[in-house]
Nanobody
Framework: QVQIVESGGGLVEPGGSLRLSCAVSGFTWDDYPIAWFRQGPGKEREGVSCISSSDGSSGDKIYYGDSVKGRFTISRDNLSKRHYLQMNSLKPEDTAIYYC??????????????????????????WGQGTQVTVSS
């Protein structure tokens, strides 16, 4: 059974940092693209960051949403077999539920012929339950 579990959310003051973790089961953890999406109160869901699979054919492809560029960093760790989202310089508008999501092989521009949007939800097929991030003083 494919399962995704996020952790690391919490309450942080503006300017602070958090690191979200994504653990998967039911498939090889780095065989597929992984993305982080978020949905804030009263806002539409948006893509935060994605990283392509580690098949080594053309190197990692990494994308960030405009609102988080320069502040957030996506990564994967071969030792822990997890993906991470390091979030720095957090702002109140970053408050949201953050979801770790498994992509199809086309997601995050992983294969040619896919969507021009690396965060096209049609190319993501398994969602975690989400972890709450609240940025407030």
């Amino acid at each position: 059974q494919v399962q995704i579990v996020e952790s690391g959310g919490g309450l942080v003051e503006p300017g602070g940092s958090l690191r979200l973790s994504c653990a998967v089961s039911g498939f090889t953890w780095d065989d597929y693209p992984i993305a982080w999406f978020r949905q804030g109160p009263g806002k539409e869901r948006e893509g935060v960051s994605c990283i392509s699979s580690s098949d080594g054919s053309s190197g990692d492809k990494i994308y960030y949403g405009d609102s988080v560029k320069g502040r957030f960093t996506i990564s994967r760790d071969n030792l822990s077999k997890r993906h991470y989202l390091q979030m720095n310089s957090l702002k109140p508008e970053d408050t949201a539920i953050y979801y770790c999501v498994k992509g199809t092989l086309f997601a995050c521009h992983g294969r040619s012929g896919g969507s021009t949007d690396p965060f096209d939800v049609e190319e993501y097929d398994v969602w975690g339950q989400g972890t709450q991030v609240t940025v407030s003083s």
